[in-house]
Nanobody
């Protein structure tokens, strides 16, 4: 089991940047694909980014591609989400999560396929 703690959220103006961090504990962190999701009030939890266990493969939905970058440091047991050119519609609670399967890179990203979740960090983008 992987335990996750997010940080780095805050209030930023439209066009600004934030870098989220997700610190993981657990012996097998480096074996899991890691994802970022977000959830706005009254909405479902949406997929934002995913990175393979080695860091060599990433995937983003169209809504954030070109603006967000996911990365990981398996020595520090941390995954990051660099968010640039933020928009008011990016406002949400952001969560990191570890995929349920070891050494597996998913091609679909339902939240139910991710078995470990952090507590979330709030990102608010003002217009």
């Amino acid at each position: 089991q992987v335990q996750l703690v997010e940080s780095g959220g805050g209030l930023v103006q439209a066009g600004g940047s934030l870098r989220l961090s997700c610190a993981a504990s657990g012996r097998t962190f480096s074996g899991y694909a890691m994802g970022w999701f977000r959830q706005a009030p009254g909405k479902e939890r949406d997929f934002v980014a995913v990175i393979s266990w080695g860091g060599g493969t990433t995937y983003y939905p169209h809504s954030v591609k070109g603006r967000f970058t996911i990365s990981r440091d398996n020595v520090k047991n941390t995954v990051y989400l660099q968010m640039n050119n933020l928009k008011p519609e990016d406002t949400a609670v952001y969560y990191c999560a570890a995929h349920r399967r070891l050494y597996y890179f998913p091609t679909v990203f339902p939240p139910a396929d991710f078995g470990s979740w952090g507590q979330g960090t709030q990102v608010t983008v003002s217009s």
